[in-house]
C-alpha cells in the first residue's frame, strides 16, 4: 500500500454521488426505492463503524447478548436486500465515505454472519462491498468456519479484519448454548492465520467473576493459534439479560449486579463498571506478547494499514498515513449538505470547526469528514 494520500473532500463527495448512480442504474426502480428506504440508507455508524447487517435474529441464543432485547428473533433470516441493493443503501448513506480511506464497515454487531441461514448471504454483502465500494472490512463472529469458506474470505477480503469471539471456556455452554464450542472456534482461529488473514481475539465481554486463570488459558490458546492480537470490551447488560442470566443460574450475577453504575430501564443498555477487569486481562495479554487494541475499530485500522486518531482511544495504526487535505474543499464540501463551516484551525490530529445549519445533517457531515481525514473533529 502507498503511503499517505491527499485529500480533496468535495471529489470525495462528488465520487460517492457519481458511485451511488452507478449502483441505481443496475437496480429496478422497486430495488432503489426498497433499498433507500432500508436503515443501511441513514443508519449513523458506530464507534466501530457502520454496521452491515446480514440477518434479522440469531440462532445462538448468548445470555449476555442484547439482541434480543432490541426485538430481533432467536429464529434467523437472510437479510431483505440483494448484494448490489445493500452496496446502494451504503453509498446514499450521507455519513458513510466510499473507498480505502472511508467509512469502517463492522459485520455482525446484531447477528452471526456465518449461520446456516445467512452464510450466503454475508457472503454475497461481502463480495458486493468489496467489488463497488472498497471500504474496509471488518467481521465478528463465533462460527466454526469449513475451509471454503475462509478460503472464500481470503478472496474477498483479504485484508479485512476478522474477529473470533471467545469469552469464557467454563460457562460456554450455559452462557452460549447454540454457539460452537471454543475448542471449535480456536481451531478456526488457527486456520484463519494460517491462510494469512489478519485475524485478532475478540474477548468482549469481559465477564466479572471468571477465575485470573481462565483469562490466562483463553489468551494462551490464542496466542498458541497464531493470533498476535486481541480486541477488549466490556459488558452491556439490560433488564433481559439479567433475567435470563437469574433464570440459567450464573453463578456471578451478583459480581455483576455489584458493578452496574444504574438500574436499566425497559431495553436500554448499561455498561458495568469493568476498568479494573479490563486491564487485568490487558497484563496479561501484554506479559503474553498480544497486541491490545484499543477498541475493535483498531484491528480493522491495522489489518488495512491505514492511521486514524479520530477519537481518545487513539493513535490508532500507522499516523503517517492519516490523509493530508485541502481545507477550502472541506468548506466546499459543506455547502453540498446545505452547511456552513469554518475551519478555525488544526492543531496535530484535532481540526477545530464552526459549523452552521441543519442538526441531523451537521451530523451526517461530521461522519462523512471524520471518516476521510481520521481526526478528531472539535466544535467550536
Same mark, same amino acid.
Given at each position: ?25 443496475? /437496480? #429496478?426502480?422497486?430495488? &432503489? @426505492?426498497?433499498? =433507500?428506504?432500508? *436503515?443501511?440508507?441513514?443508519? $449513523?455508524?458506530?464507534?466501530?463503524? %457502520? ?94 468456519? /469449513? #475451509?471454503?469458506?475462509? &478460503? @472464500?474470505?481470503? =478472496?474477498?477480503? *483479504?485484508?479485512?479484519?476478522? $474477529?473470533?469471539?471467545?469469552?469464557? %471456556? ?8 447454540g454457539a460452537p464450542t471454543p475448542e ?49 470490551g466490556s459488558l452491556r447488560i439490560t ?48 506479559? %503474553? ?92
Open positions: 500500500m502507498s503511503g499517505k494520500c491527499f485529500l480533496d473532500l468535495e471529489e470525495e463527495y462528488e465520487r460517492k454521488l457519481e458511485l451511488a448512480e452507478r449502483l441505481r442504474s443496475m /437496480l #429496478s426502480p422497486e430495488e &432503489a @426505492r426498497e433499498a =433507500e428506504k432500508d *436503515p443501511h440508507s441513514f443508519r $449513523l455508524p458506530r464507534p466501530c463503524g %457502520l454496521t452491515v447487517h446480514t440477518g434479522v435474529g440469531c440462532s445462538f441464543g448468548c445470555l449476555y447478548c442484547y439482541i434480543r432485547d432490541m426485538g430481533f428473533p432467536s429464529t434467523p433470516t437472510p437479510y431483505p436486500l440483494t448484494g448490489a441493493q445493500l452496496a446502494y443503501s451504503i453509498a446514499v448513506n450521507p455519513a458513510a465515505a466510499m473507498g480505502l480511506n472511508g467509512t469502517l464497515l463492522a459485520f455482525g454487531s446484531v447477528t452471526e454472519p456465518f449461520m446456516r441461514e445467512t452464510r450466503e448471504r454475508a457472503f454475497e454483502y461481502l463480495s458486493a462491498v468489496s467489488k463497488f465500494l472498497g471500504n474496509p472490512i471488518q467481521l465478528s463472529t463465533k462460527a466454526r468456519l /469449513l #475451509s471454503e469458506d475462509m &478460503a @472464500r474470505l481470503k =478472496e474477498l477480503v *483479504p485484508r479485512g479484519s476478522i $474477529l473470533v469471539t471467545i469469552v469464557t %471456556l467454563s460457562f460456554s455452554r450455559l452462557l452460549e448454548p471449535e472456534r480456536f481451531e478456526t482461529l488457527r486456520e484463519m492465520v494460517k491462510l494469512g488473514l489478519h485475524v485478532a481475539l475478540f474477548l468482549r465481554p469481559i465477564l466479572p467473576g471468571l477465575a485470573e486463570s481462565e483469562f490466562e488459558e483463553i489468551l494462551e490458546a490464542a496466542k498458541d493459534a497464531g493470533v498476535r492480537g486481541v480486541v477488549l433488564r433481559g439479560i439479567i433475567e435470563r442470566l437469574r433464570r440459567a443460574g450464573y453463578p456471578h450475577l451478583d459480581e455483576i449486579l455489584s458493578r452496574v453504575p444504574r438500574e436499566p430501564e425497559g431495553s436500554a443498555q448499561v455498561t458495568i463498571r469493568g476498568a479494573d477487569l479490563k486491564e487485568k486481562v490487558r497484563e496479561i495479554a501484554r506479559e %503474553l506478547g498480544l497486541k491490545v487494541y484499543p477498541a475493535a475499530c483498531s484491528a480493522s485500522i491495522d489489518s488495512h494499514e491505514l492511521g486514524c486518531w479520530a477519537c481518545a482511544m487513539g493513535p490508532c495504526g500507522d499516523l503517517s498515513r492519516v490523509p493530508s487535505f485541502d481545507p477550502d474543499s472541506l468548506e466546499r464540501a459543506a455547502r453540498r449538505f446545505g452547511l456552513r463551516v469554518e475551519v478555525l484551525r488544526e492543531s496535530g490530529f484535532k481540526l477545530f470547526l464552526g459549523v452552521k445549519g441543519d442538526s441531523r445533517r451537521r451530523k451526517y457531515f461530521l461522519e462523512f469528514v471524520k471518516a476521510l481525514l481520521k481526526r478528531r473533529m472539535v466544535l467550536r
